[in-house]
């Protein structure tokens, strides 16, 4: 019986120091030791800079100051994400973190709504969400305590930058005793009887030796991969933009408590508002554009002069066979990779690290541990693909070669019953395990015009002036909650979270070769 | 096209077909036109829904009118901590399997791992578990700091008492009652068609709710099989007794079978189970009945709602937790247009869900050591375990976690509960355990048993609750 003390990772992302700070903390004095091994001279890739409101609970676990978190980040308060064009060229609609209205008894509130528009003229389904209205407006605050309270009924999360987070992160694990190791490695040593990774070799020829690696190494999966060969089960067929260039830029006007994704005829672009500047990028699948034509399409929608040159970045959607093969976790985009329309890169790492810590191995590797960490890490993947495709299929666009791509696509079984439940009369198949809940389906599948033919019998029961009042006592109390809300940037000054730092403004010299 | 009104035609008058008549009249109200054919014959079967339900019961039961003052004051129901299990073969345990809500994290460790370390038995943590045992009972109050808030429970009743209550108040309802049987199940196309009745009405629906429990007689013309796994024999008998007994069911096991008791207000209700061809000699009404679920529930026009389209042991409150789910699955799922194939698909996913785990929770039960040579037991172990299960308990086994399924009806501190009292020691537990300083985790540990027995050795006996409870709902009633 080996006791697995000595962890290695590898890699100095976002996921190699959110694996190190979540370890360093929840194992402090144990005896375990943590080392983290990367090299300056490898970039990392900063997985999409938005985040999903569970991130909190990271934080919260670490006894991380939000404050100080925001401040060393420059994050903003996200409330949803706008999504531009997707339905049809010219549409938009918001995906708030937070319920529509207030559920009556056994019914859902959109089924209330459903019911009044079929006979009349009744405001968006969005007039009744209070992150939706505050977004739209530029407003923020914290939600209060009684979530039956307009106004406190929501969630958040935060746009930052995610190698500032890295590197907020490393401070804090190294005060908890994970050593930083500067190197690249270049062979890992397995073996010959378990074959499991037994010692990885840097470029300077030092060895290090470990119990367990968690292999944040990047697309490259530098030991699941290259060292065990693991497999990767592609997803291209469902979801196929494999390329996306990123680039940052001036940050005008007021922040915006929200991440927007556009879609285009070839894939989609984000904009990440950060308190000193804007985050661009767009997502493609270059059989139908070239990388000229993105980077041109890209260039000519940021809404301020780019900050540094375009990054090219390459990719394939999918998973590892294996998320736990042998002695190696692979955690971040060494576990796979979906596209950050929804802003998943950084929940799934942190359900990564969340389940290998209920399920930390003690002494030798259990099979069990590894079956069931695999199991629930399969299912996390698989229930935020189908939430990514939904938003390619429910959409009227013919425009483009991608968007015939969608509409002739044979989808999975399990997305398939979702939608037509949906359509046929607003029925929700909800689960309990996987990130989305009933609202984001909600949200996307409205927002993208899948307007449900039927409704639940069960809102026939109410007299319609019943309902007419209830509807208009939420959306009035919406408006007004809203209308007390401060605009996200004196909320951050007032809550003490805005950065020393001025918005970054474009060195015109550095860019005058383009 | 969204259907202004629709029909729907519920067959069988015992507890499934009333409290399906009572959840959609409430929940549909003038949006469905309601038909109930209530036969007048034997619903004895309905005994198979057992004596118990558990904490979701509350609202549910709330919603088709049967609220806690209406149960206490006109069913003789009283409340129901959970059920005590007597040296269970196959362990040598005995334990109070009590609703909960979930155990405190403790240094951001999951409340079971130091079980596991301390190798220490759960029961003394749970209020609720303690109060059964002392045979007290006081609702959980709102103040979060009162260790009884962590209680639950659920009710203990006759089903022929909720039956009752349920005839008297869809009396009221906007329910065509016809108290008379289907003499012929007209079927064209895979769909019901129609209901030629004994007294020869002919009856069309948009939908038909078969709730004639193990007869099943619309899902046999609609040649739905059905899987049987065991076949079981149950027995009956009401005790009169003078004072309300504690807030739990009894069971007791024994190489024929088992027992339940359950205290009521003024009686005892004794459930036996045996296999089929060891009925209790004194038992006057012995009633066998298979174990198993219909393939599809949802065929057509027809939804099969209780035993219609499952049996099971009484063995914990699943019966009742089904026959909730049952209901409610069909209210969430009342067709809106002439196709339903959305919802049949919907509903027999779900309905397969939750069949499949409420039985995997009852299965645990027979994991255990050697069991009983005698039939019933042997039978019981001869039921495979499925795949679910196997992974909840090599996982528990391994590591003391919990593997959780999409809304299970069981939850993770009934597990918790389930496992720990049959003594199932997991092999490791989690490392963060050994960091935890034992001083410190020995004062809270202390500190919350010492707080659940203070609490506890102050509230009333169960029977005391009860009659103070009653006068003051007299009283409000004519105050």
């Given at each position: 019986m080996t006791k697995i003390n000595r962890i290695c990772i590898l890699g100095g992302g976002t996921a190699g120091w959110m694996t190190a700070a979540a370890l360093s903390n929840k194992?402090?004095?144990?005896?375990l030791s943590i080392d983290l091994v990367e090299s300056d001279q490898i970039g990392t890739i900063?997985?999409?800079e938005a985040t999903l409101p569970h991130i909190r609970f990271f934080n919260q676990a670490l006894g991380i100051d939000e404050r100080e978190f925001m401040k060393s980040t420059h994050a903003t308060f996200k409330l949803g994400i706008e999504f531009c064009?997707?339905?049809?060229?010219g549409d938009h609609y918001i995906h708030p973190f937070g319920d529509y209205g207030f559920p009556v008894d056994d019914l859902d509130f959109h089924q209330l709504w459903l019911r009044l528009k079929s006979k009349n003229q009744v405001p968006r389904l969005?007039?009744?969400s209070y992150p939706i209205v505050a977004a739209e407006s530029g407003r923020f605050q914290l939600p209060g305590p009684?979530?039956?309270q307009i106004g406190s009924n929501f969630g958040y999360a935060y746009q930052f930058d995610s190698s500032l987070y890295a590197k907020f992160l490393r401070t804090y694990c190294e005060q908890n005793g994970v050593t930083r190791i500067e190197g690249r490695v270049t062979s890992a040593a397995r073996?010959?009887?378990?074959?499991?990774?037994?010692a990885i070799t840097l470029e300077d020829g030092r060895e290090i030796e470990a119990d367990l690696y968690v292999d944040?190494?990047?697309?490259?999966?530098?030991?699941?991969?290259?060292?065990?060969?693991?497999?990767y089960d592609d997803w291209s067929q469902w979801l196929p933009c494999n390329r996306a260039i990123a680039v940052p830029s001036e940050a005008h006007g007021p922040l915006l408590p929200y991440t927007r994704a556009t879609a285009r005829t070839a894939g989609w672009q984000w904009r990440i508002p950060l308190q000193h500047r804007t985050g661009n990028g767009h997502v493609y699948w270059n059989e139908f554009i070239s990388d000229d034509e993105a980077t041109a399409q890209l260039m000519s929608t940021?809404?301020?002069?780019?900050?540094?040159e375009p990054k090219q970045l390459f990719f394939k959607t999918g998973r590892r066979?294996?998320?736990?093969n042998q002695n190696v976790i692979c955690i971040g985009l060494s576990g796979g990779f979906l596209e950050p329309l929804e802003s998943t890169s950084i929940h799934l790492i942190q359900e990564g690290v969340t389940a290998l810590i209920e399920l930390f191995p003690d002494a030798d590797i259990n099979a069990l541990d590894r079956d069931e960490y695999n199991a629930r890490m399969s299912l996390n993947f698989e229930r935020v693909r189908d939430f990514l495709l939904l938003h390619y299929v429910?959409?009227?666009?013919?425009?483009?070669e991608m968007w015939r791509y969608f509409r002739n696509m044979k989808l999975p079984d399990s997305l398939n019953e979702k939608i037509e439940a949906w359509v046929s009369r607003g029925y929700l198949l909800k689960y309990?395990?996987?990130?989305?809940?009933p609202p984001s389906w909600i949200a996307v599948m409205l927002g993208q015009n899948?307007?449900?033919?039927g409704y639940d019998p069960?809102?026939?029961?109410?007299?319609e002036s019943q309902l007419l009042t209830e509807l208009g006592r939420i959306q009035r109390e919406t408006v007004g909650a809203v209308d007390r809300t401060p605009d996200q940037e004196s909320f951050l000054a007032r809550y003490e979270?805005?950065?020393?730092?001025a918005r970054l403004v474009a060195d015109r010299a550095d860019l005058r070769g383009q | 096209m969204t259907k202004p009104s629709r029909t729907i035609v519920i067959y069988g008058g015992g507890i499934a077909g009333h409290l399906a008549a009572a959840a959609c009249a409430q929940s549909l109200g003038a949006a469905a036109r309601l038909i109930l054919i209530a036969?007048?014959?034997?619903?004895?079967?309905?005994?198979?829904?057992?004596?118990a339900s558990a904490p979701t019961a509350y609202d549910f039961f709330r919603s088709v009118g049967l609220d806690e003052p209406t149960l206490m004051s006109k069913t003789g129901s009283a409340f129901s901590y959970g059920t005590q299990v007597s040296q269970w073969p196959g362990t040598t345990c005995s334990w109070m399997q009590a609703y909960h809500l979930p155990l405190p994290v403790l240094f951001g460790v999951p409340f079971q791992h130091f079980l596991s370390a301390r190798q220490e038995r759960l029961e003394p943590y749970l209020v609720s578990a303690q109060a059964a045992l002392n045979g007290v009972f006081a609702h959980p109050p709102e103040?979060?700091?009162?260790?009884?808030?962590?209680a639950e429970y659920g009710y203990q009743f006759s089903i022929s008492e909720l039956t009752q209550a349920l005839i008297r108040q869809n009396a009221q309802r906007e329910i065509a009652i016809l108290q008379t049987d289907v003499r012929e199940v007209r079927v064209a196309g895979g769909q019901v068609s129609s209901l030629l009745l004994e007294n020869g009405q002919q009856l069309e629906a948009d939908l038909f709710v078969d709730c004639s429990g193990p007869d099943r007689r619309l899902m046999h013309a609609l040649d739905v099989a059905f899987r049987a796994e065991r076949t079981l024999c149950a027995a009956h008998e009401t005790q009169a007794t003078t004072q309300l007994g504690p807030p739990h069911r009894a069971i007791v096991a024994n190489q024929l079978g088992w027992t339940a008791s359950t205290p009521l207000q003024t009686s005892v209700e004794r459930l036996t189970i045996t296999d089929?061809?060891?009925?209790?000699?004194?038992?006057?009404s012995p009633h066998i009945f298979d174990t198993g679920r219909l393939a599809?529930?949802?065929v057509g026009n027809c939804v099969a709602v209780g035993h219609a389209a499952w049996g099971m042991e009484p063995l914990t409150a699943a019966p009742m937790i089904l026959l909730q789910r049952d209901i409610e699955r069909l209210l969430d799922l009342v067709?809106?247009?002439?196709?339903s194939t959305v919802e049949a698909r919907e509903f027999n996913r779900r309905f397969e869900d939750d069949v499949v785990h409420a039985n995997a929770f009852q299965r645990a039960l027979f994991a255990t050591g050697a069991l009983p040579s005698t039939p019933y037991w042997q039978a019981a172990a001869a039921v495979p375990a499925g795949e679910k299960l196997e992974r909840k308990l090599a996982q528990f086994r391994s590591r003391g976690i919990f593997v959780r399924f999409d809304?299970?009806?069981?939850n993770e501190e009934d597990w918790a509960i389930l496992h720990n009292g049959m003594g199932l020691t997991p092999e490791r537990y989690d490392r963060q355990v050994d960091g935890v300083d034992a001083e410190a985790l020995e004062r809270q540990l202390t500190g919350i048993k010492q707080a659940v027995a203070q609490i506890v050795s102050k509230m009333p006996p169960h029977h005391v609750y009860m009659s103070n409870m009653k006068r003051y709902l007299e009283k409000q009633k004519h105050g």
């Open positions: 194992f402090n004095g144990l005896g900063g997985v999409g064009d997707w339905g049809q060229l969005d007039a009744f009684d979530t039956n073996d010959p009887e378990s074959g499991d990774i037994r944040c190494s990047g697309f490259r999966g530098v030991l699941i991969e290259q060292a065990l060969e693991t497999g940021l809404e301020g002069p780019a900050l540094a066979r294996k998320f736990w429910a959409t009227q666009r013919d425009d483009s309990e395990f996987g990130v989305f809940l899948l307007v449900p033919t069960r809102a026939d029961r109410f007299a979270a805005k950065t020393d730092t | 036969p007048g014959r034997d619903h004895s079967a309905d005994l198979l829904y057992g004596n103040d979060q700091k009162n260790p009884l808030s962590r089929p061809e060891s009925a209790p000699a004194e038992s006057n599809r529930a949802w067709p809106v247009t002439d196709k809304l299970e009806p069981f």
